[in-house]
Each structure stands twice: as C-alpha cells, then as structure tokens.
T-cell receptor, first 116, second 109 residues
Framework: GAGVSQSPSNKVTEKGKDVELRCDPISGHTALYWYRQSLGQGLEFLIYFQGNSAPDKSGLPSDRFSAERTGGSVSTLTIQRTQQEDSAVYLC??????????????FGQGTRLTVV | AQRVTQPEKLLSVFKGAPVELKCNYSYSGSPELFWYVQYSRQRLQLLLRHISRESIKGFTADLNKGETSFHLKKPFAQEEDSAMYYCALKPGGYQKVTFGTGTKLQVIP
C-alpha cells in the first residue's frame, strides 16, 4: 500500500504547549523508529518499537518526550512543555522482519515542528 | 553496542571529480550495511545495500570487514548528486538500525 505517512506535515506551536506527532507505518511492518533531524544536523535516534517487545527509549532526550504505539501499528510521539530547542523535523520509519532480521527502513516525509 | 561513524559533515567536490564518502562502523557480529540518501525536499530513501553488490546512480560501496568500513564512491560526481548521505548498520535479529550522523555532499558546477 502507501508508504509511511506522518501528520501533520508542519506544526507551529507556542513554547510550553504540548504537541502530538503521528506516524502511520507501512502495513505489516513490525518495526517503527522515530528520529529527529535538526537544522544542519544529522539523524538523532529517539525511540524504536519492535512488535510487542518493550520499546528502546534510549534516544529520548528528556522526560518531556514520550511515544506509544497502539495495536502494533500507528505511533504517536508526544512532546510536553515544548521548548525552542525542540524545533526540528521529526522523522518516522518502519521496516519488516524477514528471516529474523529487520529489512531496510522506509521513511515518512517528516513533521516540521517549530516552537515559537 | 554498534556504532556508525561518518567523519565528514560536509564534502564539497567539483562536477566530474571522484567522490568518496567515508563510513566506519563497530559491531562484533556480521552486520548489513546500507547507504541512504536525502535529496532536497524529499524523504530519506535507501540508495544501496552491501549484500546486493549493486551500483545505483553510479555509486558503489564495498564492505571491508578488515577495516570495518563501507565507503561510498562514485568516479565522476554530478550536480544532481548533491544531497545528504547517511550510512546505516543493521545488526542481526530484532536490533534496531543504527545511522551515522550523515555527510552533506555538495557538487560544485
């Protein structure tokens, strides 16, 4: 079907407000990743979901960041009390398992978050 | 834990010149290595993978296990090659893919 879909594509929010970013992975993909891409910077890993296993949250920068994945499909990344340094493009990717390994990652178009 | 290192944040070359984007990794097992590319205003996408031994858009990459490297090469750079390039390592099993910090390739006309 369609590729990885993220919404909204752009989000402007006031400092201190909470935001939710959504990711719809490719159907059947058990692995889901969130990354952050700041201006002029590379990819920063945030969190990784694999099936029903406990997520790898080792990349979340602070306790203001959280993510969940409901029913093994759609994922929501929540940032509470946003700060200006949270401004970035948030990318979601998914991949499937084949032969016990994750295959290549397919990326969404990203959500550009601007905190003013 | 695995690690991917791309030592250059920015690489500028003239059109027609050879290109080499460096990637080194650390991983105790047998990983799969990939190169991803992000053109301006486009989503990040797979460029090539080492197991395919393929040439995509004139780019090749050879896995050197002795030097733990997976450098991306192209003999003659084109302006349309200007993009952000990421090296990635995929361990076995359920472990996550690890990306390098990326190299911005700028091809000067």
């Amino acid at each position: 079907g369609a590729g990885v879909s993220q919404s909204p594509s752009n989000k402007v929010t006031e400092k201190g407000k909470d935001v939710e970013l959504r990711c719809d992975p490719i159907s059947g993909h058990t692995a889901l990743y969130w990354y952050r891409q700041s201006l002029g910077q590379g990819l920063e890993f945030l969190i990784y979901f694999q099936g029903n296993s406990a997520p790898d949250k080792s990349g979340l920068p602070s306790d203001r960041f959280s993510a969940e994945r409901t029913g093994g499909s759609v994922s929501t990344l929540t940032i509470q009390r946003t700060q200006q340094e949270d401004s970035a493009v948030y990318l979601c990717a998914s991949s499937r398992l084949t032969g016990g390994r994750n295959t290549e990652a397919f990326f969404g178009q990203g959500t550009r978050l601007t905190v003013v | 834990a695995q690690r991917v290192t791309q030592p250059e944040k920015l690489l500028s070359v003239f059109k027609g010149a050879p290109v080499e984007l460096k990637c080194n990794y650390s991983y105790s097992g047998s990983p799969e290595l990939f190169w991803y590319v992000q053109y301006s205003r486009q989503r990040l996408q797979l460029l090539l993978r080492h197991i395919s031994r393929e040439s995509i858009k004139g780019f090749t990459a050879d896995l050197n296990k002795g030097e733990t490297s997976f450098h991306l090469k192209k003999p003659f750079a084109q302006e349309e090659d200007s993009a952000m390039y990421y090296c990635a390592l995929k361990p076995g099993g359920y472990q996550k893919v690890t990306f390098g910090t990326g190299t911005k390739l700028q091809v000067i006309p």
